[in-house]
């Protein structure tokens, strides 16, 4: 006869050097910790940032995701030794690839996500907050992608991200100009969702908002909005009708209707 807990689900959480995890209350916290470097991207802080999405990915006690920074900055932005010491358009592509597919596993995530930024948001940090679902920030945060002023481009997709999300001509503003945009400006471009004096604990607070609903719902709610971006009307209706089909079929969706006729709070399990 098998061992009761043989094939119990054991998750492995590397060891991070720049970067810290944990879950407390289905809340996943990423804590980005350079902040001598004002949590600067590098290539190192990369990788761990593609190995905490695989972490979340598999963790079943995570059900959002909080991404914030360490010391006086969300993160601001690439680290410039990095991108001085790329020596040919190759290299430098490669960079950009390595980036975009990092916060493409972010983006990816089945689960809600959340940046919470306080202090500089800025170029690659800007862009992390960007392959998060919502973003809330701390009043006097700072956000921008100041590439141009470099010389460069935003390469972590910030070009197609930012239009997307606020828009082409507001987007332009941001990109042609570099400036800093403060928080409260980036709540009226649609930048962030919400301000508040602790970003931080404004986003557990959101968290606790979007906690009380179905996992499974949420999951297939994020799954349409995006499957159905880029697509023509009629496709992206039929994606919202399947998987309206599916969130119908699960045990949550019965309890939650039982608990409004019974006027009472639903008690969702993720089934």
Same mark, same amino acid.
């Not at 695989?54 to 995570?62: F, G, K, L, R, S």
């Not at 998060?132 to 972590?156: N, S, T």
């Not at 309206?244 to 009472?264: I, N, P, Q």
């Given at each position: !006869? ?19 995890? @944990?879950?407390?209350?289905? *809340? ?30 598999? +963790? ?21 030794? @990095? ?7 190759? !290299? ?28 500089? /948001? ?50 332009? +503003?941001? *990109? ?44 297939? /709610? ?28 699960? @045990? +949550? ?19």
């Amino acid at each position: !006869m098998e061992h009761e807990h043989e094939h119990e689900f054991i998750l492995e959480i590397p060891e991070f050097q720049h970067l810290t995890y @944990e879950v407390e209350g289905n *809340i996943a916290l990423v804590t980005l910790r350079r902040p001598e470097a004002l949590n600067a991207l590098s290539r190192e802080v990369l990788e761990e940032l593609a190995q905490v999405a695989e972490v979340i990915h598999q +963790d079943p006690e995570a059900r959002v995701a909080i991404f914030t920074g360490e010391g006086r900055a969300f993160a601001a932005g690439a680290d410039l030794k @990095e991108i001085a010491a790329l020596k040919d358009p190759f !290299m430098a592509r490669e960079y950009a690839l390595l980036g975009q597919q990092v916060f493409a596993e972010i983006a990816a995530l089945p689960i809600p996500t959340i940046a919470a930024i306080h202090g500089y /948001a800025l170029g690659g940090g800007l862009e992390l907050a960007l392959a998060c679902d919502l973003r809330v920030a701390a009043k006097g945060a700072k956000l921008g992608l100041p590439e141009v002023g470099l010389g460069l481009i935003p390469g972590f997709g910030g070009t197609q991200r930012l239009p997307r999300l606020i828009g082409r001509g507001r987007a332009l +503003d941001l *990109i042609f100009t570099g400036r800093h945009v403060e928080a409260e400006e980036a709540l009226q471009l649609g930048l962030v969702n919400r301000v508040g004096e602790d970003a931080l604990e404004e986003a557990k607070r959101l968290a606790q908002s979007i906690l009380k609903n179905a996992p499974i719902a949420l999951a297939l /709610a994020k799954e349409s909005v995006v499957r159905g971006e880029g697509l023509d009307l009629a496709e992206a209706l039929e994606i919202e009708a399947d998987l309206f089909g599916y969130a119908a079929a699960t @045990e +949550d969706m019965k309890e939650g209707v039982r608990a409004f006729l019974e006027k009472r709070a639903p008690e969702f399990k993720g089934e």
